[in-house]
């Protein structure tokens, strides 16, 4: 511990040494001289995900937060999932090589089934487990503009599953990637990685853009989880008048992750730890078309495929989604922004099961159907009331409605409040309904087996929360900002694991006892937290960017449920506590030097340290257009764990460090 807490203050009296150093121009430049409300507003990103249209983050009534290109390519990050971690609020939790578990004001687990995950409008939450096969979500991450996420419920424009939150990955247009760039690295855990992009005009205002990228990642320590991947992708964009836009975008991709877990066997009866690799693969394609009808109106429509297919040996899967989104924005009166829209979605399914893990039925198809309308009133030049609704209808459950308002003030253009009160719903997955998991098996006494059996249940209902949330936004000074916000959520009908009578079964051979488990709505719960967020402009070349997070969860089950442990499960499933400050210095002679550092609490109940992690990059630019950095991940640990899951066996994030070299032309 003495030894980690030196490395932490020999590194802070480094970025102060830095007080008369030269600022670069991508750092945010402070002058003086520069009058307040033209400073005010610099480099404040805009976001679409709160309002389904765009505005500054900083004028949004909602716990936003944005990763900006600028802080994708200081991060020294290789993954989407990493970059999530410096987003406060949210849990990154990283299980082995190539799984994480992320989320939003608590319930964290592989498949959180809280938080909506969207690539340019293309939702990659899964029907079958619900949560995100983290594994195959990337892109080339110098395509990336931003990254914005909202904390808290996003049902009432977005629909069933953004209960605790949105997590929005917009690209940039083809436009504003023009020529190659070409990046390439090696490290001790990165065997290998690059990509190539290049991007072209094809015509009047029409503009194309076409990558590839492959990389291989060693395992863990203490893992079987190698990862490696290729894929390739195209962008065109097409002003066609100045009214109208046309977007079409389309990936494939191919690979491996490696994974450990346990399987359940009948003869001998055991439950045994097997290395079962998973081979992905899937393609998507998106056509968005936007006619503006005038600068407070506009429509847009929306049609995406995507297919992903993941292959082990106990499971088959095939997923074909089919999607449609529509959306109008217009003036009512002078008071009233009307926004409304609806959509339709077709989940088309293949699984080819085991005795360890089935479908029934094997092949599936689900609807759902969706209307939602909101409605900005401008109550005063200052204030401002949303109100608006969901409605959907699902296949599980039936129809459902996730209705909000939300009311902003800002009496001075350097700080506002803002407060809300949501609800939204988690719907039942393909596996709640219809999945058959052996998880265990073992002999009895007698000799017989016995085997530890899930089962789908297709009465369960959905999940819900009624949440409410305070926020407040300060530009103190030209150089120093805070965004805090604070919640309290109530869940109800919280799914809960259950047991029924023990049957005999017969086949497969030899025969057995099984005891199954189901899901069931047997508890309920509040979670309470507040997440204070800060930007600090210290030097004109030095950028720092603190964040706190505090969360309370406090859990309850019925008296009509058989399970004694759910509650304190849920309740450990994310940290009480997390830290992080993130330090942007411009050095001499090109150079760039840039630290995260990083303080997660301990998880009491799955007996998972506190960790603190500290990730360094050293950047050079030679040249405008070359770029050399050496990043350091975990600097502080040799390895550590960051959660435990039922999932796979996880392995400790070890520390690693790899180079990179950046070529535009």
């Known amino acids: 511990m003495i030894k980690k807490w030196t490395v932490v203050s020999g590194v802070i009296m480094m970025l102060f040494s830095g007080t008369c150093l030269e600022a670069r121009a991508d750092v945010i430049n402070v002058d003086e001289k520069m009058p307040a409300e033209e400073l005010l507003f610099m480099k404040i990103p805009v976001v679409v995900t709160a309002a389904r249209k765009e505005q500054s983050q900083f004028e949004t009534a909602a716990a936003t937060y944005v990763i900006t290109a600028e802080d994708i390519r200081r991060s020294g990050m290789t993954t989407i999932p990493e970059l999530l971690r410096m987003v406060p609020g949210l849990d990154v939790a990283q299980i082995d090589a190539n799984k994480w578990a992320i989320n939003s004001r608590g319930f964290n687990s592989r ?53 605790n939150g949105v997590i929005n990955i917009i690209t940039k247009s083809a436009k504003d990637t023009q020529g190659g760039l070409l990046h390439a690295g090696y490290g001790d855990r990165e065997e290998g990685f690059g990509a190539m992009r290049y991007g072209l005009k094809m015509g009047n205002d029409v503009y194309f853009r076409a990558y590839a990228k492959y990389f291989n990642r060693d395992d863990f320590v203490g893992g079987n989880d ?45 439950t045994l730890q097997v290395t079962d690799p998973e081979d992905v693969n899937g393609g998507n394609v998106l056509l968005r078309w936007r006619r503006s009808l005038s ?121 506002l409040f803002w407060g809300a009160v949501s609800r939204a719903v988690h719907t039942p997955s393909r596996a709640s309904n219809n999945i058959v998991l052996n998880v265990a098996a073992s002999p009895s006494p007698r000799g017989t087996p016995v085997v530890i059996r899930v089962v789908g249940n297709e009465d369960i209902e959905s999940e819900n929360v009624l949440a ?80 706190y997070t505090w969360l309370n969860m406090n859990m309850n089950i019925e008296s009509k449920s058989g399970n004694t442990t759910a509650d304190k499960n849920k309740e450990g499933s994310s940290p009480e506590h997390q830290f992080q400050i993130r330090s942007y210095l411009n050095l001499p002679y090109n150079l760039e030097q840039d630290t995260a550092l990083y303080y997660i609490s301990r998880l009491h109940i799955l007996e998972v340290p506190s960790y603190t992690r500290m990730d360094v990059r050293l950047g050079w630019h030679p040249m405008d257009d070359l770029e050399l950095s050496l990043s350091v991940l975990n600097l502080l640990d040799n390895r550590h764990k960051e959660l435990i899951s039922d999932s796979a066996i996880e392995s400790e994030v070890p520390r690693s460090v790899y180079a990179k070299i950046t070529w535009k032309w």
């Open 111 to 163: 498949y959180a089934n809280e938080l909506l995950v969207m690539i340019d409008g293309r939702t990659v939450y899964t029907p079958l487990f619900a949560g995100v096969y983290w594994d195959v979500q990337d892109t080339m991450l110098e395509d990336i503009e931003r990254i914005e996420v909202v904390r808290g419920p996003g049902g009432t424009l977005w629909g069933a599953n953004a209960v």
């Open 226 to 270: 190698q990862w490696q991947a290729q894929r390739g992708g195209f962008r065109l964009d097409w002003d066609i008048s100045y009214q109208d836009a046309l977007t079409v975008m389309g990936d494939y991709y191919d690979g491996r992750s490696g994974m450990t877990t346990y399987r359940a066997f009948l003869s001998p009866p055991a």
């Open 295 to 415: 600068e407070e109106s506009d429509i847009t429509l929306q049609a995406y495929f995507d297919n992903a297919e993941r292959k082990r040996d106990v499971l088959d899967q095939r997923v074909d989604t089919y999607d449609l989104d529509f959306q109008h924005r217009f003036l009512l009166g002078d008071r009233q922004e009307i926004t409304w829209g609806m959509g339709y979605r077709l989940v088309a399914d293949k699984l080819k099961g085991s005795f360890s893990v089935s479908f029934d039925p094997e092949e599936r198809q689900t609807q759902l159907f969706s209307v939602f309308l909101q409605d900005q009133i401008t109550i005063m030049e200052n204030l401002w009331l949303t109100m608006g609704s969901k409605f959907e209808h699902n296949d599980y459950t039936g129809f459902e409605v996730q209705p909000s308002a939300r009311i902003k003030w800002q009496p001075h253009p350097s700080y």
């Open 468 to 547: 409410y949330e305070i926020g407040y936004r300060h530009q103190l000074t030209r150089r120093l900002s805070i965004d805090v916000a604070g919640f309290y959520n109530v869940y109800d009908d919280l799914f809960t694991a259950e047991t029924s009578a023990p049957v005999f079964e017969t086949s497969p051979p030899p025969p057995h006892l099984v005891i199954p488990v189901f899901e069931d709505n047997f508890m309920h719960g509040e979670t309470l937290g507040i997440e204070v967020a800060s930007n600090y402009q210290a030097m004109r070349n030095w950028r720092l960017s603190p964040s």
